[in-house]
Structure formats: C-alpha cells, structure tokens
C-alpha cells in the first residue's frame, strides 16, 4: 500500500468528528458512518499487521518509486 494512500486512510479514520462540524451535517447518515468505520478498521488492522509482521519496508511503498517503474 502507498504510504500516502495509508495516511489518507489515517484521515478519513478522523473523518467522523469533522462531519459533525460541517454545516450540512448530517453528510453521511449513522448507518453509513459506522459501516465506513468498521470497514475502514477492518483496513487498518490488516495494514498494521502486514507492518508488524514484513515491515515498513515491505508493507508501505513510496509514490516516487512507483512512478520510476512505470517510467523504464
């Protein structure tokens, strides 16, 4: 997984608390937001234990190396 698609995953983990505070709140219903955070759990505990389990170096990758490897 990119370490930046991770991190956005990290955000929209957050992302409860920021709805409340939109100014069209209710954005997402509570039936969605739930669903969204156990599937977004569900995610983040895979991600975690591929880390623990290979490291970050074999779990997360870089955008710049990516983009080399589709350059050649």
Do not use: F, M, N, Y
């Not at 970050?56 to 080399?68: F, G, N, V």
Request: proline letters at 3%; one cysteine or more.
């Amino acid at each position: 997984i990119k370490r930046s698609t991770l991190l956005r995953l990290k955000l929209l983990a957050q992302a409860e608390e920021s709805l409340s505070r939109d100014p069209l709140t209710p954005v997402l219903t509570e039936d969605h937001l739930q669903a969204l955070d156990r599937r977004l759990g569900h995610v983040l505990r895979t991600v975690g234990k591929c880390v623990k389990k290979l490291g970050e170096a074999q779990s997360l990758s870089e955008e710049l190396q990516d983009s080399q490897e589709e350059i050649t």
